[in-house]
């Protein structure tokens, strides 16, 4: 996961679950983490990853487009390239961007969300006397005969 990478919605997941993100990567590893965070938290690591797929892509064509650079160098292909590979993570951070958010908007506060309890399961054996046994059905019965 991306959890030392920051990402643009660090400050809404901060705001909503009440901690700093590295906390909550903490908490979401206990038992009883709520299932909203980890999903929240996901998501939040993809956004992180495809935000640095966006930035590696931005800073190669502007390194491409350096006014310094030798004119002789540029290469059309490689641009159209960037440009649909741009393309590309700008439509996957969108779309983590917009899932995090409904999720966001969408889950009960953090104090109303139901939390898995953990229970004891409690086996109860006994055995019954052998008169109390009921008997399988038809046993000892003899067949009428049909004449």
């Avoid at 679950?17 to 590295?22: D, H, I």
């Avoid at 054996?125 to 067949?143: E, K, N």
Wanted: hydrophobic fraction near 45%.
């Amino acid at each position: 996961m991306s959890r030392d990478k920051a990402s643009t919605m660090d400050a809404d997941l901060q705001k909503v679950f009440g901690k700093p993100v590295l906390e909550l990567y903490e908490a979401a590893a206990d038992y009883d983490a709520s299932p909203a965070l980890a999903r929240a938290l996901e998501l939040r690591s993809f956004l992180a990853l495809t935000e640095e797929q966006v930035a590696r892509v931005r800073d190669r064509v502007h390194a491409e487009m350096d006014p310094d650079r030798n004119m002789g160098e540029l290469s059309a292909d490689k641009l159209r390239f960037d440009a649909q590979w741009l393309d590309a993570a700008l439509k996957a951070r969108d779309g983590y961007r917009a899932a995090l958010g409904e999720l966001l908007r969408t889950m009960p506060p953090p104090a109303q969300q139901a939390r898995p309890v953990r229970t004891a399961q409690l086996w109860a054996t006994a055995t019954l006397p052998p008169s109390a046994a009921p008997a399988p059905q038809r046993a000892g019965a003899a067949r009428a005969r049909r004449l």
